[in-house]
């Protein structure tokens, strides 16, 4: 009879240990894997915040610096772009379209964002997955408001809800605009990106309220917000009159926006238009290539994906050491089996073989049983993972890096079953035959 065959019968007559020992060593490949899929993803997620988009345009500023503002809505643009150079651009033949993006008010902190409707067309994240709403539609009249997800369920808003928006972001949003309130007319779908945290008006409508907030108190201008209407003299009193009294002639085109967006005809013209821009006589503007700028975001934050592979190496080193707890604690159990072995003339290699190919065995079954509990759960818990936490988790084979970590499992299995099959070749037949029990 073979080794293995007989390695087979032992595991057998030991079920219950055996398979205590495959099922703890499978959750931890489950888990070993599993944190393995989520730092990719969280990693493609990240560089993956804004897709199909082939430049951001602001004002002069490091591309880290711009990105960060109008894509993260974190931190404060140093000037806005003047409204002629953007629709200078805009008409450039080799943009087909852009999205402007105006900045600096917010609603109980969450940041508010003047666009236009291309916004829900044209921006996408992840692979190329579009914006979706929720409920409800996008924006109509100069008083409607889009919630990101996060910003509906937290603050609890639904359709026809009327919110105030105020003046400046974060804890500098004292001044509110209370006299122009904005009506909910949609909610988008969780897409996992800053999106979910923001309030989303038409650029008519930061225009409108910032009439009112020209014809209020004074020239107040907040660190942070920096909308051209801030700027504007108190001349635009006769302008909010004619807006109070229902006018549908008043002139809401902003005179600056923080930035905007744009989506080339042709990818490969993105670079030369980037060139372009940068070394523009006229308005200092910076172009980035948001592919780019992540990247070096990433390698800034990237810190999060460090302590996931950290986690991962532990997972293994903690899998494997109860593995090998198992292999030690069988080898004493069976000091008795393998003294009658030895006694009926098998060799020292044999027990070793006999000891090997029990590894093997419990290794590559916990790896088989703990790759299909990957996958069950990531069927079972992806839609949960989209909803709550806005990853979307892709259920492809196992990757180069997975099957390289499955290898390692293998190998350390039968590396670390190398201690267990020494002792049983040193252990002399005496030993075994005179065993208390």
Not at 65 to 86: C, K, M, P, R
Request: charged share 20%.
């Amino acid at each position: 009879m073979s080794p293995y065959s007989l390695s087979v019968k032992s595991m057998k007559h030991r079920m219950d240990s055996v398979m205590i020992t495959v099922v703890s060593l499978a959750l931890g490949v489950a888990l070993l894997l599993g944190v393995e899929r989520i730092r990719n993803e969280a990693r493609y997620g990240f560089t993956n915040t804004i897709s199909e988009t082939d430049l951001i345009v602001g004002a002069r500023s490091g591309s880290v610096s711009l990105l960060l503002s109008s894509i993260f809505h974190i931190g404060n643009v140093t000037d806005n772009v003047s409204w002629e150079t953007y629709q200078k651009i805009e008409r450039n033949p080799q943009v087909a379209w852009t999205i402007p993006l105006s900045l600096g008010d917010s609603h109980k902190g969450y940041t508010v964002l003047g666009t236009k409707n291309g916004y829900f067309a044209h921006y996408k994240y992840g692979q190329k997955r579009s914006l979706e709403m929720a409920e409800g539609k996008v924006l109509g009249d100069t008083y409607d408001a889009v919630l990101g997800a996060e910003v509906a369920e937290e603050l609890g808003y639904g359709i026809g809800q009327q919110i105030v928006l105020a003046h400046g972001s974060g804890e500098l949003s004292f001044v509110e605009h209370s006299e122009n309130p904005f009506t909910v007319v949609g909610v988008l779908k969780r897409t996992g990106t800053p999106i979910d945290q923001t309030v989303h008006v038409s650029l008519e409508g930061i225009e409108a309220i910032h009439l009112d907030f020209n014809n209020g108190e004074g020239h107040v201008h907040h660190a942070g917000c920096n909308h051209a209407s801030h700027k504007k003299e108190a001349s635009s009193i006769d302008a909010f009159d004619a807006l109070l009294a229902g006018d549908e002639e008043v002139d809401l085109t902003p005179t600056e926006i923080t930035a905007f967006l744009v989506g080339m005809k042709s990818r490969s013209d993105a670079v030369m238009l980037q060139r372009a821009i940068n070394v523009h006589d006229g308005e200092a503007l910076t172009a980035v290539l948001p592919g780019v700028a992540l990247t070096e975001l990433w390698q800034v934050v990237g810190v999060i994906e460090k302590i996931l592979f950290v986690v991962s190496i532990l997972v293994l080193f903690v899998s494997l050491a109860s593995m090998f707890g198992a292999l030690m604690m069988s080898i004493k159990e069976r000091r008795r089996e393998i003294a009658i072995l030895r006694s009926v003339g098998a060799r020292p290699r044999h027990i070793v073989s006999l000891v090997l190919g029990e590894a093997m065995l419990v290794t590559l079954s916990a790896i088989i049983l703990g790759a299909v509990l990957l996958y069950i759960a990531l069927f079972a818990l992806r839609p949960v993972i989209q909803e709550r936490v806005g990853m979307w988790i892709e259920i492809t084979p196992p990757t180069s890096t997975e099957w390289a970590m499955l290898g390692i499992i293998f190998c350390a299995g039968v590396v670390i079953a190398l201690l267990p099959a020494w002792r049983c070749y040193r252990s002399s037949l005496s030993d075994g035959l005179t065993i208390k029990l």
